[in-house]
T-cell receptor, first 115, second 114 residues
Framework: AQSVTQLGSHVSVSEGALVLLRCNYS??????LFWYVQYPNQGLQLLLK??????LVKGINGFEAEFKKSETSFHLTKPSAHMSDAAEYFC?????????????FGPGTSLSVIP | DVKVTQSSRYLVKRTGEKVFLECVQD?????MFWYRQDPGLGLRLIYF???????EKGDIPEGYSVSREKKERFSLILESASTNQTSMYLC?????????????FGDGTRLSIL
């Protein structure tokens, strides 16, 4: 069965430091992968997605993620954290199913940015 | 920009009540979804709809039903609310069926069942 794991339910970084949020997936077929961000009291917003082609994907707000098939990973990075990056981040994989296509979300990683 | 609007941000209801959560999208999207979000569990799909009057069960449909009479509106119904249905409920839409289609989310309804 397909699944998504996010290592670390909570990550803290200093302002200006590298942000690295980890995501690993299991899928028997090539997946489509997404990162979403959820700011307090809001819904999820798409940060970036990988479908096909270039494995390094750039998203909004300076974030990027690299699809590594051999490691079944899709880690999210940002070179320099900003206070406004504090939020919950969800990795998701889109898979085909017997009855419908579905998106499986990871449990989320809460990012704190320390001044 | 796509806008997905959920009718209530916060809702408090009593056990046994019938509860309606409403969601409207303004971009003529075919697909609409209802999720519940609980800490440490991520988002879990309750129901989705790929067309008017069409619906499919997600991973946790028990205790819920849905209605989609118009393309832009998707309602979630708790037939007889119970305390274990206290949660954040998120509505989402996507343009059409397809594995590479991102979903657009509303701001959520935080539902408390007393």
């Amino acid at each position: 069965a397909q699944s998504v794991t996010q290592l670390g339910s909570h990550v803290s970084v200093s302002e200006g430091a590298l942000v690295l949020l980890r995501c690993n997936y299991s899928s028997s077929v090539p997946p489509y992968l997404f990162w979403y961000v959820q700011y307090p009291n809001q819904g999820l917003q798409l940060l970036l997605k990988y479908t096909t082609g270039a494995t390094l994907v750039k998203g909004i707000n300076g974030f990027e993620a690299e699809f590594k098939k051999s490691e079944t990973s899709f880690h999210l990075t940002k070179p320099s954290a900003h206070m406004s990056d504090a939020a919950e981040y969800f990795c998701a994989v889109s898979v085909g199913g017997t009855s419908y296509d579905k998106v499986i979300f990871g449990p989320g990683t809460s990012l704190s940015v320390i001044p | 920009d796509v806008k997905v609007t959920q009718s209530s941000r916060y809702l408090v209801k009593r056990t046994g009540e019938k509860v309606f959560l409403e969601c409207v999208q303004d971009m003529d999207h075919e697909n609409m979804f209802w999720y519940r979000q609980d800490p440490g569990l991520g988002l879990r799909l309750i129901y989705f709809s790929y067309d008017v009057k069409m619906k499919e069960k997600g991973d946790i449909p028990e205790g819920y039903s849905v209605s989609r009479e118009k393309k832009e509106r998707f309602s979630l119904i708790l037939e007889s609310a119970s305390t274990n249905q206290t949660s954040m409920y998120l509505c989402a839409s996507s343009l059409f069926a397809g594995l590479n289609q991102p979903q657009h989310f509303g701001d959520g309804t935080r539902l408390s069942i007393l």
